[in-house]
């Protein structure tokens, strides 16, 4: 496994970092056939298996169901050897007073440090923080309050859309920005990315495998996202000419942009886990391959897995 500087935090996070949505509820495009949450037992092991493989990043959330429970009880044992992240708890942040507010955000940390079994985070998240949250400062100054009483060592914030992270990266107060990014959608390459090489904040990047929609689950997208169904296709052309799979093309694209620290694998089976982290480290795109992706532009609204019609 090879390890990348996560911005001003200094921490040296794998290149390849777990999400655990899989773990706490049931996610992804539906397969026939295929098995959805694992259990107890079976995440714990995979779980383990992750930090034998080098992962040393484990990324999970109070929205993430039963989750945080089983990252807590599954890695309590190995709490010093992963970097932990997790995201305060709330559906929307509108319509909140500041003590509300206030009241919200400690009772989430309080929870998850209680579920994780652990008295510090490692990474705090504000999960999908938009720009008028951050502009108002008010759940800043509670962010770095938790940060003060020793509740987080860093803070972050998860986004969606190209505004919420140019608002994060200008307000300077967080360490790590998490955001959707993958070989079909590339709307952060042209401003954000190189904004967080500017700000020296860690980038860690979600949805690599786009909601499972880069991998043979593809063939089952509804017709509602016949346009994704076909443009995947295209990229699955493209792996044949490479010699690799839809993954590891997902992968490789993502690890070779050099503000890119990490890149999360959500997922709940073993086998997959460790396919995708064989993919760190690998070679360079050719140039023309990376020049064929960009040709296949895909509608906006058929890349946000938020509009989907299963969750």
Known sequence: MNYR????TNLQVSEISLGTVELGMDY?????GAHRRPSGADAARLLNRALDLGVNLVDTARAYGESEVIVGQALKSRRDEYILATKIGSSSWEGYTRAKLRERVEASITESLR???TDTIDLLYIHNATPELIQQGEIVEIMERARQAGHARFIGTTTYGEAAPLAVLEDGHFDCIQVAYNLLDRQFEERVLPLATDK?????????????ALTYRYE???????????????VNSLCSVQSSDLPELAYRFVLRHPVVSTALVGTARIHELQEIVSFAGGAALPAELLNDIREIVVSPDQLNPGTWPFR
């Open 5 to 8: 500087r996560l911005g001003r």
């Open 28 to 32: 992804g495009i539906p397969a026939h």
């Open 115 to 117: 579920a994780l079994q």
């Open 200 to 212: 020296d904040i860690g980038v860690v990047i979600r949805s690599v495998l786009l909601k499972g």
């Open 220 to 234: 089952h997208l509804p017709e509602e996202l016949r346009e994704l169904r076909e443009a995947v296709d295209e």
